[in-house]
């Protein structure tokens, strides 16, 4: 019994078969398919390895993939906080439909959010129109992929970030007040370091979900070699080809780089959590 | 207890429901195929059952697939079940010839005219009044013309407007493999977006208002001015195009094993026939039948057309050359260009 002190006193019963469970699904699920990549991909020597994955082009795409969707998770951190702020602590009108809006980028085909989303950037739009002609061109530029990325990463953020707000009891608030702290300490050495891991966490989920993002954006993309050309889509452009290998040599280097940022963050969590408590 | 006897339930359910279908006498047939041709298929699927039925054969039923043409073939490389595969350009075929052995190298001898029952060209759709005046292939690299076309990358359609471009700079006179490579540069610097398949170009030229011209597949340029409306569009055919030929085949170890072989070789047959050209003609593809041809001789002007296999010794040399990595089209849009 000293070896397994896990099985003692847990909710759910069965360590083992759970343990298997666990370990068979993500196998099936997550370890195949990744590792039948990762496979494909050791087709190639490590020279033509090299020279796909650092080609000029593809190279020009990971610093408009990856840059745009860090700066599109940044924008979705800073407003999604504020839309969860708005939506748990003060009463308005239709709040739950508003809610419920929030959820909409999730439930949306991509292909469907991107074409509707470069309908109305592109010159001829409802805010094409107004912006153009104020020299801000949305559509067919890198900008516009931005503008896709923050609109599909929107709700990891507001969805992470709630329910840690709706924890936090006003009490505490009116304590902070109580011993004088002013409107601004209160935030920023009460409320928002509870926030913090959470508000990572949609951070990284937004910023994972636009790297990986394809559907929405090639429409408004415009999709120009070393401009606004995506990842994803060079993968595509590989495939077409049927050049397998090459797609998912690509693919492992994205893989491989999303990783090591959702890292990162999982680190600055657990340090955010350490100085929180 | 209980998830045992929802699973028993379940499979039960599922046999039930798989069983009873193998019990008629009726052959089903899957023409994979690229996305234009939707409309095209769902008349002819029609008519060559009537046909088929009236012959004294089975009652046959063709399910059709649709997407681009070299995310089609990739499907049926990977397994799907394709009776018949009627795809955008030869390469494609040859692919799935090369990579999964599923055809025969020659497979396109087998039917008339390099197995393509019908062909078509590349033409430019304008604005309505043509305020550009883009009458041919050189007004395209005039600095104030923006040209729309998918990418060739990613695109079937797109490679075969490339190479429509190319072939017209490189028969004018003094023409060279070297002017040509400029033509293509200075035509392709024009191209504000480059979609990833023809459908999301038409659509990025007429309903995003993007560009003066639309490079495209002669019915796709039909089809969009039927559809969006006579008076916002018109064709301009240019002097010299390419003759794009769409090729249909049979994939042998499917239908073997299916045991549809000869069904699906009458279905392609029928293509043939001045019926089945009809219904081509009808949906803007170029008849090979010279009297279904004459009859539609107002609906396709006519057009000096070179192929793809004298100007460019075939699809896999042009595919090579042209589109692989570190291809010309890479070259054009190289670091620093």
Known sequence: ?277 | MKPIKTFAVLTTALIAFAAPVAAYAEVNLLNVSYDPTRELYQDYNAAFAKYWKGKGGDTVTVKQSHGGSGKQARAVIDGLDADVVTLALAYDIDEIGEKAKLIPESWQKRLPHNSSPYTSTIVFLVRKGNPKKVKDWNDLVRPDVKVITPNPKTSGGARWNYLAAWGYALKQKGGSEAKAKEFVTRLFKNVPVLDSGARGSTTTFVQRGQGDVLLAWENEAFLAVNELGKDKFEIVVPSISILAEPPVTVVDKVVDRKGTRKVAEEYLKYLYTPAGQEIAAKHYYRPIDKKVAARYAKVFPKVKLFTIDDTFGGWKAAQKKHFADGGVFDQIYGPGK
């Open chain 1, 1 to 277: 019994m000293a070896t397994r002190p896990i099985t003692r006193n847990t909710v759910i019963p069965g360590f083992t078969p759970t343990l298997g469970y666990t370990i068979f699904y993500l196998s099936l699920i997550v370890l195949l398919p990744l590792s039948a990549l990762v496979f494909k991909t050791a087709s190639l020597t490590w020279g033509e390895f090299i020279a796909t994955v650092a080609a000029p082009r593809v190279a020009a795409s990971y610093r408009v993939t990856f840059g745009a969707a860090l700066a599109a998770a940044g924008v979705n951190a800073i407003f999604g906080l504020l839309v969860a702020w708005v939506l748990v602590r003060y009463r308005l009108p239709g709040k739950r439909l508003i809610d419920a809006f929030v959820d909409l980028p999730f439930a949306l085909p991509t292909a469907v959010a991107g074409i509707t989303l470069s309908s109305v950037y592109a010159a001829n739009g409802w805010l094409g129109s107004i912006l153009e002609p104020r020299g801000i061109k949305v559509a067919f530029t890198p900008l516009g992929i931005f503008v896709a990325m923050t609109f599909i990463g929107l709700p990891f953020v507001v969805r992470t970030v709630q329910p840690v707000l709706e924890e936090l009891e006003a009490e505490i608030e009116e304590a902070a007040a109580c011993l004088g702290a002013t409107r601004w300490q209160t935030f920023r050495r009460v409320l928002f370091p509870e926030l913090l891991p959470a508000l990572l966490t949609g951070f990284a989920l937004a910023f994972a979900r636009g790297v990986g993002e394809y559907g929405s954006i090639i429409f408004i993309a415009g999709n120009m070699p070393m401009v606004s050309e995506i990842t994803p889509l060079l993968i595509i452009t590989k495939l077409e080809q049927y050049d397998y290998a090459g797609a998912t040599a690509i693919a492992t280097v994205m893989l491989l780089f999303s990783f090591l940022m959702l890292l990162a963050v999982n680190l600055l969590q657990k340090w955010s959590r350490r100085h929180a408590a």
